[in-house]
């Protein structure tokens, strides 16, 4: 029995292709936490650790152990999750609406 | 010697030094124990070789608290428990191992805990019980067994979350195993179909004799020096309170504590996983096998297993309650596990990917969780009477809100330290996990659970039980405080003892038949020095 999620990988503005799972999840993480605004979930997520990477999965596993660490987590359907690497799933789904990707 | 109590005429007087009541795990180490001590001993079972239908019915009775259940079914206290030769070993899991030092300490803000002996009094007690429940020795450091076996070694230990090993020994049937050296013995007679329905004494200080009945009506008693009640943790304070000479409120119970403090495990369905370890790194979840090759039982095989358990100083500096983790692991993404809505495995597999930390394994969560001690959740006597005409057994099983928040809080504080750790993420699903029927099929094995977050009821969530009696004549220093002292005597009479779970001073969460064996041998030697 595969996972449940099968997508097609998708094509991201300024990040690149994608796994579609990631974006489904992202609008779980908006539906659950209420976040949807871009910019202040960009602002919110922490610095690319080499300073030149765009995707935003990257730059939040930087951190994630922190976060785990001082129980700055999140709770999606039941999965604990790093706030930031919440966030950055969130990113990547709002910058694929309105039929972007 | 084996006698059948029915053939007996009435009036018989069996005379002994020791009487121990119950022949299950406790009652039949202690009658080993003491067959070279010098000592005469009477056994008393109540049932015989097989299980029978009227006898199973003297356990019967009233369960007016939470419901005794497993996971998917209620379960009656005549099931639960095997009342003929051998007792619930007949039916045990077999799972072994010691309870932890945090167990016998005091806790912060339960209404009672702690043990007035510490864990080291115990560490050459369950040495010799290893033999008895048949695993190869008290040895559980599983850095020790990957060295003796294949098994891995743990893929995480850290100040909150430790690898724990299981050994396995089912089955082990204490009746079928122990049986005929005690029947051959010169020193023990073993008397079959026999029930106690009275300690009887004048002052409530002293037992004078057991009184005895059968099914059929034949009435018995058994004179001894000292007495051992072993007829596990529901059933001693039930005889307890069923002996009423001296006082209306039972034997033992001049402070009102017998029955009271009833614990079980509390077992949950909690949820899923993912982790960036390779299944054949995770196999120790599903254990090994290692044949015994000393002693008289050489050449049984028996299992070990690793399981995630909270670490002693996690459970003293957050003040909570213990809590084991078995761990069922597929490979991902081949085996997963059904999923009804939300965020599920290929999504959050999606995200470790992406982060650089691959997830490999797929794992379902079981849970056995400790419960602290509560006055409240108590053994007492219904108004019903059973075949031999004495008061049925009511139980009171309580938990509350406070439970369910620490089991919670465990929980989501291992899923934190699991991502800390990068180890993976957990699913934390209590209330939403649904078992299929297909879960027979090994390789299959996680499809036969269902994930359903939307189904998560975290004020309601189901909660199962281990089967496991606890705390009901718990040992304490303050008899204010409990039943037995750190002899297992019952505080107020100098000639009974009690052996069993029943005794049990916190629960902790460790199976305890392997502790039940270890406390009998102990009070083997007690009652070999003492008496």
């Known amino acids: ?101 | 010697m084996l006698i059948d109590a029915r053939t007996l005429p009435t009036g018989t007087v069996g005379r002994a030094d020791i009487c121990v009541i119950g022949s299950g795990a406790a009652g039949i180490t202690l009658a080993m124990e003491l067959l070279d001590s010098g000592r005469r001993v009477l056994l008393v079972e109540s049932g015989g070789q097989q299980i029978d239908a009227a006898t199973t019915d003297l356990y019967a009775g009233e369960s007016v608290g939470r419901p005794i259940r497993s996971l998917t079914q209620e379960i009656g206290l005549d099931a639960i428990r095997l009342r003929f030769f051998g007792g619930t070993t007949n039916h045990w899991a077999g799972a072994c191992r010691p309870l932890q030092p945090v167990d016998f300490e005091p806790r912060a803000g339960f209404a009672v805990s702690g043990w007035p002996i510490d864990h080291a009094e115990l560490l050459p007690y369950w040495a010799r019980a290893a033999d008895y429940v048949r695993i190869t020795d008290a040895e559980f450091d599983p850095l020790v067994w990957s060295q003796r076996t294949d098994l891995p070694p743990p893929v995480l230990d850290t100040a909150m979350i430790e690898t724990i090993i299981f050994q396995n020994t089912a089955p082990t049937r204490f009746g079928e195993l122990y049986g005929a050296d005690l029947v051959a013995s010169e020193s023990v007679e073993v008397w079959q179909w026999a029930n106690l329905v009275n300690l009887a004494t004048d002052d409530g200080r002293h037992i004078t004799h057991a009184d005895l009945r059968t099914l059929d009506g034949t009435a018995l008693r058994v004179e001894a020096d000292a007495f051992v009640l072993a007829c596990g943790g529901i059933e001693n304070a039930r005889l307890l309170l069923a002996s009423t000479d001296a006082d209306p409120a039972g034997i033992g119970n001049e402070t009102d504590q017998v029955g009271r403090h009833f614990c079980e495990h509390f077992q949950i369905y909690a949820g899923f996983g993912l982790l960036g370890v390779a299944p054949e790194e995770m196999r120790a979840f599903d254990g090994t096998q290692v044949t015994i090759t000393e002693g008289r039982h050489a050449g049984f095989v028996h299992g070990v297993k690793h399981a995630w358990s909270l670490t002693d100083d996690h459970v003293r500096s957050t003040a909570t309650t213990g809590m084991e983790v078995q761990l069922v692991v597929g490979a991902h993404p081949e085996i997963g596990w059904k999923q009804s809505t939300g965020a599920d495995a290929a999504q959050i597999g999606a995200l470790l990917d992406r982060g650089g930390h691959p997830a490999e394994s797929a794992i379902y969560l079981q849970v056995l969780a400790e419960q602290p001690c509560n006055p409240d959740s108590r053994v007492t006597l219904a108004d019903a009477r059973d075949g031999l005409g004495m008061r049925r057994v009511r139980l009171d099983w309580q938990y509350g809100p406070d439970d369910r928040r620490r089991i919670l809080d465990n929980l989501r504080a291992i899923a934190e330290e699991v991502g800390a750790t990068g180890l993976g993420r957990l699913q934390i699903t209590p209330g939403g996990v649904a078992v299929g029927l297909e879960g027979a099929i090994r390789g299959e094995f996680l499809t036969a659970y269902e994930s359903r977050p939307d189904e998560i009821d975290e004020a309601d969530f189901p909660i199962g039980v281990g089967f496991h009696h606890l705390c009901t004549t718990r040992m304490s220093a303050d008899p204010a405080e409990g039943v037995v002292d750190a002899d297992c005597r019952v505080h107020a009479v100098d000639n009974l003892w009690i052996a069993g779970s029943s005794v049990f001073g916190t629960a902790g969460v460790a199976t305890p038949t392997y502790s039940i064996v270890a406390l009998a041998i102990r009070l083997a030697d007690h009652l070999r020095d003492s008496l």
């Open chain 1, 1 to 101: 029995m595969p996972p449940t999620t099968t997508l097609e990988p998708v094509e991201v503005p300024e990040i690149g292709v994608v796994d579609g799972a990631l974006i489904a999840l992202g609008e779980r993480v908006i539906a659950v936490t209420g976040e949807d605004d871009l910019d202040t979930l960009l602002r919110a997520l922490p610095a690319s650790p080499d300073g030149g990477s765009d995707d935003p999965v990257t730059a939040a596993a930087a951190v994630t152990a922190t976060e785990f660490a001082a129980g700055d987590t999140v709770v999606i359907d039941g999965w604990v999750l790093a706030v930031s690497e919440a966030r950055a799933a969130a990113v990547l789904a709002l910058l694929c609406r309105d039929g972007a990707c």
